[in-house]
C-alpha cells in the first residue's frame, strides 16, 4: 500500500515538473519570439531612416541640378507621378507635392486679406458648413479678440476640453484646424487644396504643376471671372517638360489679350520653392510613411529651368495613410 502511495507522489511530481518545464519553455519561446520581432523591427526602421534620407539627397538633387528641369520626368513627379523603387523584399515609393498646388490660408492675413477670403469662399461653396469653416479660420489667425458670427476667439475656446487659447499668428500646418474645429484625423486627407505656407501676402498657383482636378481652384483663384474653358488650356497646353517662361505660357493660352494675359499671370508662377515630400516603405507585410516639408530657396518664380539654390527640410511628420 504504502509503495503504491510513493509511486503515485512521484507520478505527480513528475506531472509537475513536466508542466512547470513546459511552461518555462513556452515562456522562454514567446521571449525569443518577442525578441526576433523587435530586432526584425528596429532593422526596418533603421532601414527606412536610411531610405529617408536617399530619398531626401534624390529630391535635393532634382531640386538643385539644372539637367532635371529639362526632363519630363522632374514635372511628372511635381503633378503628383509617384517615383517607385523596389529593394530587397519590398517596395519605396517617392511622391513630391508642390505646396502651390493649394489654397494658403495664410494669406487671410495678408494685406489682400477681404479679396483672400472671398476667394476662399468661392472655393468651399456657399452653405453653412463653409461659412463657418472660414469665419473660424479668420478669428483663429487674426489677432484681436472679436469673434465673428460663425467664428471663435480664445474666451470661447478656454470653456471648452480641453482649453486653448486662438493662435493669433499664422498656421503653421493645416492639421490645426482640428484646433478650431472637432477633432478629425481624416481632415487633412479631405481638404487637399488647403495648405499653410510662411507667406501671407496672397497665394499663388504654380502653373507647372496643375492638374485638370485643381480647376476648382483656379477659379477660385479668380473668383469665376474667367470660363473653365479657358482657364484648363493652363493645364492642357502645357509641354511635357513643363512652361519655361511667361512666354511658352502666353502661347499655350492663344489669342488673349495683354489685360487678360496680366490678370492670369498675376495668380500663377512657374516655379515653386515649397513641397511636400512623402515616402511610403512596404516590406514583409508592414507600411512606413513619413512626410517632409522641404523648402527650395533661390528658385525664380517665373523662370523654371533655375533650380534651387538651397534646399531645406523645414519638419518630418510620422504619417498613417
Known amino acids: 500500500m504504502g509503495g503504491k502511495q510513493q509511486r503515485g507522489v512521484a507520478l505527480l511530481m513528475v506531472l509537475v515538473v513536466l508542466a512547470m ?68 523584399d519590398g517596395v519605396a515609393q517617392l511622391r513630391v507635392r508642390d505646396q502651390h498646388t493649394c489654397f494658403n490660408v495664410n494669406a487671410l492675413l495678408g494685406a489682400d486679406a477681404e479679396r483672400a477670403e472671398r476667394q476662399l469662399r468661392y472655393l468651399l461653396g456657399d452653405d453653412m458648413a463653409a461659412e463657418r469653416l472660414v469665419d473660424a479660420l479668420a478669428d483663429w489667425l487674426d489677432s484681436d479678440s472679436d469673434a465673428r458670427l460663425q467664428g471663435a476667439e480664445s474666451a470661447q475656446y478656454l470653456r471648452q476640453q480641453p482649453p486653448r487659447l486662438a493662435a493669433n499668428q499664422p498656421m503653421l500646418e493645416t492639421s490645426e484646424l482640428n484646433l478650431l474645429l472637432e477633432p478629425d484625423a481624416a481632415r487633412q486627407r479631405r481638404s487637399p487644396m488647403l495648405c499653410a505656407l510662411p507667406q501671407t501676402t496672397g497665394w499663388r498657383l504654380n502653373a507647372n504643376a496643375l492638374g485638370l482636378e485643381h480647376l476648382p481652384l483656379l477659379e477660385a483663384l479668380y473668383e469665376g471671372r474667367y470660363s473653365r474653358a479657358l482657364l484648363s488650356r493652363i493645364v492642357s497646353g502645357r509641354p511635357a517638360s513643363g512652361y519655361e517662361d511667361a512666354g511658352a505660357l502666353r502661347q499655350a493660352l492663344g489669342a488673349v489679350d495683354d489685360e487678360t494675359f496680366e490678370r492670369l499671370s498675376e495668380g500663377l508662377l512657374l516655379n515653386s520653392g515649397h513641397f511636400l515630400l512623402q515616402l511610403s516603405f512596404e516590406e514583409q507585410g508592414r507600411t512606413m510613411h513619413s512626410e517632409f516639408q522641404v523648402e527650395a530657396l533661390g528658385v525664380v518664380q517665373w523662370h523654371a529651368r533655375v533650380p534651387a539654390q538651397q534646399v531645406r527640410v523645414k519638419s518630418r511628420e510620422p504619417m498613417l495613410w
Open 21 to 88: 518545464l513546459a511552461g518555462g519553455l513556452t515562456w522562454l519561446v514567446e521571449g525569443a519570439r518577442q525578441q526576433v520581432d523587435g530586432v526584425r523591427l528596429l532593422q526596418q526602421r533603421v532601414q527606412v531612416r536610411a531610405m529617408e534620407q536617399a530619398g531626401l539627397a534624390y529630391a535635393e538633387q532634382a531640386l538643385r541640378d539644372p539637367a532635371w528641369r529639362a526632363s519630363p520626368l522632374f514635372w511628372q513627379a511635381l503633378r503628383g507621378q509617384s517615383l517607385d523603387y523596389d529593394f530587397g
